[in-house]
């Protein structure tokens, strides 16, 4: 087989991985837009606040250590533990919870049956908001995520392509852990929204309020249930992404990469997000493998855009998404 | 007759049996003094009524007279700004839509509000959210219990299904069916939820003659076969003539006429405002 072609494939594969990513974070826009047609622009400041929650946790840091130290005079920083990584996932998976019921409480409840724009408003106001408590909590400083994912290349992968190919596949076992990850987490909302009690809530509030409500369904606590999931596969998000950059506060960025994700998948498709986002992963890669060296590289930054933007025109539903019918 | 008399004839008795030999209970829902305005629009002025166990109660008026918003007052949609409403002998707090779903109240809307998206069967299903107790957990892992539930209410929602005769179209998605059919599997959904009090907002509007002979058929087998009470808008004066034990008439949010379907078809001001005598 000729090197160029088993380079791309290589590049294919791990643009696949970088993919999932992409669609966990589209994953929680669409099941909050679904659910309440609000499009979160906090969703990429969630996964960080719950990466930096997860390693503070971990790491027995002292929340707001910087602020205790400058009004009271001390010095303190660190409670001298270390939380299990079990243990602190759990943890942070109560508060994104706890921050749900916040949200909902504190924001949502005031802006019903206020207009769309506004309610995107409040989540951007959400997002700075979260941004700065998260740099008060627990600094602003990158920090190292391990909760004991593997890492580095998967031998296995590399021996046996060598012995096909006589060139080995370069696969990181990261990747591999956030793609089956993903896949569980995936099947895990599935089956949950398609066979529990909550999940058929969730589907009927997400086509319609009103008759949700005739049928014995609270919307705050649907609100409060659908910002929670979201918050954990935010969650889930920033453990990857942490995992293998460290936490650091352009991790809130990737939320700008799952637009054109949304644009591709529609915005109210799971399937949509997950085709979406390794669409996207794995065409920037590819771009930038075969187009990149003519045009100069860096390609990366925008042909996830330039992509969405050609969609925008042709197919504005995105691939899964309803077809939109303007009612006269 | 006026109204006054007609409450009264019922008032003390506390049940009594039907020409049709059905047995109409004791009051089991109150409206009392109820007022709701939007902005300038009065839409309910001091309005009071009642309910009865067992009876098929009607609402009827011009366009705009306000029905519909007595019926979004019962159902906890529109919280009204003045008056009391009673149910089972109580005083009812104010309370959310949900809430008043779990008292066993169920209703349609004048405009259908189905879920577009799911199945006839699923569509049902939801009706039967409020009964559903097993745990996230339990319906997570999908133990027993969980699925021995699903099943039971599987079994009751599948009954609704065959006494309104849509065996046939129970995988269809709703959004592709006619309007009458929506209209039945909207009343399917407040069915499964075995409701104490059904409310229905104009379940005959837009029917052809055959589709409104079934609906009515099927309102009189609900009313007699499992006791619901029904408290029903309707436009059509023989329908409702035909269906309902007692008739509250509204006209410009004012109450006007309140009695057996004869007695209001005798009322004069009745008669004045569906011909429009009282104001043109
Ligand atoms: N949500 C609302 N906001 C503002 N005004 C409302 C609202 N709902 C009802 N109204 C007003 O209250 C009055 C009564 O309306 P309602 O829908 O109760 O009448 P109706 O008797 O059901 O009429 P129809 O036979 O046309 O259905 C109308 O003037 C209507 O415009
Ligand atoms: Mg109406």
Redesign the interface.
């Known amino acids: 087989m000729p090197d160029q072609l088993l380079f791309a494939m290589e590049v294919m594969l791990n643009g696949l991985m970088a993919g999932v990513l992409y669609a966990l974070v589209a994953l929680g826009f669409v099941l909050i837009f679904k659910a309440s047609g609000i499009f979160n622009y906090s969703q990429g400041v969630m996964a960080l606040f719950a990466a930096l929650t997860l390693v503070g946790i971990q790491n027995g840091q002292v929340p707001f250590s910087h602020l205790i130290n400058a009004i009271f005079g001390t010095e303190v920083h660190h409670f001298g533990w270390h939380v299990p990584a079990i243990f602190a996932i759990l943890l942070t998976a109560a508060i994104m919870v706890l921050f749900a019921w916040i949200v909902e409480r504190y924001v949502l409840r005031h802006l019903v049956n206020q207009p769309d724009i506004i309610l995107f408003m409040a989540t951007i106001g959400l997002a700075y908001f979260m941004e700065g408590f998260g740099d008060l909590m627990w600094g602003s400083e990158i920090k190292k995520l391990d909760v004991g994912l593997p890492q580095g290349i998967n031998v296995p992968i590399d021996e046996t392509t060598y012995g096909w190919f006589g060139y080995g596949f370069f696969i990181d076992n990261l990747d591999i852990s956030a793609t089956i990850l993903a896949v569980i987490l995936v099947v895990a909302l599935t089956v949950f929204s398609q066979y529990s009690k909550q999940g058929r809530a969730l589907r009927a509030v997400a086509d319609d309020h009103q008759a949700a409500l005739s049928v014995g369904i609270s919307l705050r606590f649907i609100w409060v249930l659908v910002w929670s999931i979201a918050g954990f596969v935010a969650l889930v998000a920033g453990i990857v992404w942490g995992s293998k950059s460290g936490v650091q506060f352009s991790l809130s960025l990737i939320a700008l990469k799952a637009l054109p994700v949304l644009m591709l998948g529609g915005f109210t498709s799971i399937p949509g997000a997950i085709i979406g986002g390794l669409i996207i992963g794995v065409g920037e890669k590819l771009f930038e493998f075969t187009i990149g060296p003519l045009v100069g590289g860096a390609t990366e930054n925008w042909f996830a855009y330039v992509l969405a933007l050609l969609f925008l025109v042709f197919r504005p539903q995105g691939l899964f998404g309803e077809k939109i019918i303007e009612r006269v | 007759m006026t109204s006054q008399t007609a409450q009264e004839t019922t008032q003390d008795t506390d049940s009594f049996v039907t020409p049709d030999g059905r047995t109409i209970g004791g009051v089991i829902m109150e409206m009392k003094n109820i007022t709701l305005r939007f902005g300038g629009v009065v839409a309910i002025q001091d309005i009071s009524f009642d309910i009865r166990e067992g009876e098929i109660r009607a609402i009827i008026g011009p366009n705009g007279a306000g029905k519909s918003s007595m019926l979004n007052v019962i159902?906890g949609?529109y919280v009204p700004q003045d008056g009391e409403v009673w149910y089972h002998g109580a005083r009812r707090p104010r309370m959310?839509?949900?809430q008043v779903?779990?008292q066993g109240i169920?209703?349609t809307?004048q405009n259908i509000?189905?879920?577009?998206?799911?199945s006839v069967l699923?569509n049902i299903?939801?009706?039967r959210?409020?009964m559903?107790k097993?745990n996230?957990l339990q319906?997570?892992l999908?133990f027993g219990k969980a699925e021995r539930e699903?099943n039971a209410h599987r079994e009751q929602v599948e009954k609704v299904i065959d006494f309104l005769e849509i065996q046939n179209i129970r995988k269809t998605p709703v959004g592709r069916l006619p309007y009458g059919l929506k209209k039945r599997v909207e009343l399917a959904?407040?069915l499964a939820?075995e409701p104490k009090l059904l409310l229905l907002d104009e379940p005959m509007a837009g029917m052809n003659v055959e589709e409104k002979e079934d609906m009515s058929r099927f309102i009189l087998d609900v009313n007699d076969e499992f006791g619901t009470t029904i408290a029903l808008i309707e436009h059509d004066m023989g329908v409702v003539m035909d269906l309902s034990d007692r008739v509250v008439v509204m006209d410009y949010g004012k109450k006007i006429g309140d009695g057996t379907p004869d007695e209001v078809r005798g009322n004069q001001a009745v008669i004045d405002a569906y011909l429009g005598v009282a104001h043109d």
């Open positions: 159902s949609f959310r839509p949900y779903a779990e169920a209703r809307f509000a189905l879920f577009d998206g799911m699923d299903m939801t009706g959210l409020t559903m097993s996230m319906q997570a999908w699903e959904r407040a939820a």
